[in-house]
């Protein structure tokens, strides 16, 4: 692996743009011609050199490039923009569209992350330490297909619209969530180690939730079918079986309806 | 003689009403009576003969005090301002003509601006589910000539919308709803007791902020399953009933308000009364519409998405394609997080209606406010120009909102040398034009219009 280091020494005024982090771009470049790359400050277009000091050439392909950002990205969108391969690790918080239509690889940020992490995301792994905002592997505004694949897994807590119209892929919050998890979903696993508000599973017609902790606020859709034990992120424990979401359309599997999953551990 | 206009449109709520007459003096100046108008839409027609009202543009002054400044040095301001800028906000529209909405448009492309309009605080939610789940609706016309059921949910239209129960939802007389309210169930659901609720047949004291759960429990209820015995406040036994009147109407309406679509969940509220219409359809008729505020809030959503493909949010600042998505491009989400460096309020009151924080961080740069009156906002702009009020001194295309055109009427002239809100901003950029030395793009049926007449040849 051919190690790409970007040091932050200048904070943009408004918000940087950087479609251009990810080993996509950077495969096959040194690091004065990654230094050249364009990043988006509103309307103008300025150099990646102009706020990172880059160490390093890329390996040849995506998949031998990995790019360490030592310092803090609050104010960095769309890093990891549609990767395939290769590995990202940031030393600190990261804005929006962390991950954002991520194909492949890993990502790896030590701090928090803003909304729309891994929004459409297909394939690959993002690991948060800190906490996420709202929107984590969602869909963009009305797509009907979200999230398909890859794992995402916050530390921390995360806010609302957790995996809305995911199809596919594993979400795992080790804390708390907000409202709104797998809203509309028709696939995947979202796994909170912690509590829920409530609205769990609103409008979903396929997949499966994993809750840990307590749902404050059950949604009438979801009736109780018994108990049951699983294996969740490399523990087994008893929970609360639910199907649901009993308002929603479902599609039938000979001649009996298929419902969405949902298990609350149970106390 | 004083003359008496008909037929004139209202420049207050989203039910633009279209029969307002309006008394207007000898000289044509002054208005004098109307008719039919609610108190509101009355006081709006009266208030554009105020003397208390600016007709220069004022700049803010290093002294801190307003100074009356020409049209043209406010025109210079603000385009060389939007030119400086790496991203500019520029936001408003509740009140305005479509033209005016089609004007600021190339504005925005060629500043590289952040384009969105009062639905980004009011019902921008509704937009998204209406993206993620469409928008099965219907006209006015035929609320007013079909609808049997009707509910309000987290709207108080006898506040909001004054005259919407007795020209559409309520009372009026319809083709088919001939004995008018006799004919009607109304359902409300409203954490409080409103003066629309107590109009009701039904009202759901809904516990503040439950709204999913209880429009969940409804479609449950629909599908032919059971539910717990109370649900976001409401007793099993009161659902059941309000489901069993729905199912039992010829044609059902769904009005929803901010109290939908601004509690926790927001989109989302909206998006499950959305499922719900399409659930109740296979049992009778349905259909949904959102309680829009303003009288042309529907117009930037038809005008920007027939220009653009999206109808509010739009960052133009990419020059090659318009990217929207709420919550990253929404107004108080760029202004809280620092995101923008100009903001120019036009024809809405960002001063009175944006959280302060929000009016803080914007207030740290440029703000330039386009307004006929004195609001809170044009009191602490840099620059404040007014214009012409549609509706009474500008006549203009509308949306109503059921996304009906209406053609509004002048009634009234402006004052000497107020430009309307089109006029302005074409000349805002037509100067940023002249600044970067390029070739005004201007549409064909503009430059139709400015091609020289029959006589002129």
Same mark, same amino acid.
């Given at each position: ?267 | ?255 929803? *308000? ?7 969940? %927001?989109?989302? $509220? +909206?998006? !499950? ?5 399409? @659930? ?110 549609? *509706? ?7 949306? %109503?909102?059921? $996304? +009906?055109? !209406? ?5 009234? @002239? ?44």
């Amino acid at each position: 692996m051919a190690l790409v280091t970007l040091k932050p020494y200048k904070t943009p005024e408004l918000y940087l743009e950087c479609y251009n982090i990810s080993p996509d771009v950077f495969a096959g470049k040194t690091s004065a011609e990654i230094a050249e790359l364009d990043v988006r400050e509103g309307k103008t277009t300025v150099k990646l050199g102009d706020f990172f000091e880059v160490k390093g050439n890329a390996g040849k392909t995506p998949e031998e490039t990995e790019i360490r950002v030592s310092g803090d990205c609050s104010r960095i969108k769309y890093i990891g923009n549609k990767m395939t391969a290769g590995s990202i690790t940031v030393d600190g918080n990261a804005d929006m569209y962390l991950g954002g239509w991520m194909k492949g690889g890993k990502i790896h940020v030590l701090g928090n992350v803003h909304s729309f992490c891994g929004i459409a995301m297909e394939g690959g792994e993002i690991l948060v330490d800190g906490n996420a905002e709202n929107y984590v592997g969602c869909a963009y505004r009305g797509d009907w297909r979200g999230m398909r694949g890859g794992t995402i897994r916050i530390r921390g807590n995360a806010g609302n619209d957790i995996g809305t119209f995911m199809l596919g892929g594993t979400i795992i919050v080790e804390k708390n969530a907000f409202i709104h998890v797998s809203t509309h979903a028709e696939g995947g696993t979202v796994i909170i180690k912690g509590d829920v508000q409530g609205r769990v599973g609103g409008q979903m017609v396929k997949g499966d939730i994993y809750v840990l902790g307590a749902v404050q606020h059950m949604l009438p859709g979801f009736k109780k079918v018994g108990m049951t034990e699983r294996e969740v992120d490399g523990m087994t424990a008893k929970f609360t079986h639910y199907i649901g979401d009993l308002g929603e359309r479902h599609l039938k599997v000979k001649g009996k309806e298929v419902y969405a999953n949902l298990y609350v551990m149970a106390a | 003689m004083p003359k008496w206009i008909t037929q004139v449109g209202c420049p207050y709520c989203g039910s633009s009403c279209d029969d307002i007459e309006v008394l207007v003096s000898d000289d044509g100046k002054k208005i004098l009576e109307t008719r039919n108008a609610c108190v509101i839409g009355n006081e709006i027609f009266h208030h554009v003969s105020s003397p208390d009202r600016p007709k220069k543009p004022r700049m803010r002054q290093p002294d801190g005090n307003f100074k009356e400044i020409t049209y043209d040095e406010a025109v210079d301001y603000t385009a060389k301002t939007l030119l400086k800028s790496k991203k500019p906000l520029i936001y408003g529209f509740g009140s305005t003509n479509c033209e005016g909405m089609s004007a600021v448009a190339r504005v925005a492309e060629k500043a590289g601006a952040v384009l969105d309009n009062c639905a980004s605080i009011c019902h921008g939610p509704s937009f998204l589910a209406i993206f993620d789940n469409g928008y099965p609706s219907c006209t006015l016309g035929e609320v007013k000539n079909r609808a049997d059921v009707v509910l309000f949910w987290g709207c108080n239209p006898m506040h909001a919308h004054p005259r919407h129960t007795s020209r559409y939802s309520i009372f009026p007389r319809g083709f088919f709803t001939t004995k008018g309210q006799m004919q009607r169930t109304i359902i409300c659901i409203d954490p409080r007791e409103t003066d629309t609720a107590k109009l009701a047949n039904i009202h759901l004291m809904i516990k503040q902020g439950h709204d999913y759960d209880l429009f969940d429990a409804f479609r449950t209820v629909l599908r032919g399953h059971d539910i717990p015995a109370e649900v976001a406040g409401i007793k099993k036994d009161q659902i059941l009933e309000a489901v069993e009147k729905i199912k039992k109407g010829r044609f059902v309406m769904i009005f929803f *308000g901010m109290g939908c679509c601004h509690t926790d969940g %927001r989109n989302h $509220n +909206v998006d !499950i009364a959305i499922s719900l219409t399409r @659930d109740i359809n296979s049992h009778t008729k349905a259909s949904i519409m959102a309680m829009r505020g303003h009288y042309n809030i529907a117009g930037p959503g038809q005008v920007w998405s027939w220009q653009f493909g999206f109808p509010y949010c739009l960052d133009l600042s990419k020059g090659t394609h318009a990217h929207m998505n709420p919550g990253e491009t929404s107004s108080v989400d760029l202004a809280m997080r620092d995101e923008v460096d100009c903001f120019m309020n036009v024809g809405t009151d960002a001063g009175a209606h944006f959280p302060i924080d929000a009016i803080k961080h914007l207030k740290k740069r440029p703000f330039i406010t386009v307004d006929p009156n004195i609001c809170m906002a044009s009191e602490i702009s840099d620059l404040h120009i007014p214009v012409r009020v549609v *509706g009474v001194e500008e006549p203009g295309i509308v949306y %109503r909102m059921d $996304n +009906v055109p !209406i053609q509004f009427k002048k009634v009234v @002239d402006g004052p000497e040398g107020v430009p309307s809100d089109e006029e302005l901003f074409d000349r805002i950029y037509e100067r940023m034009c002249e600044l970067t030395e390029t070739e005004p793009i201007w549409l064909p049926s503009r430059e139709h219009a400015k091609a020289p007449t029959a006589a002129e040849q």
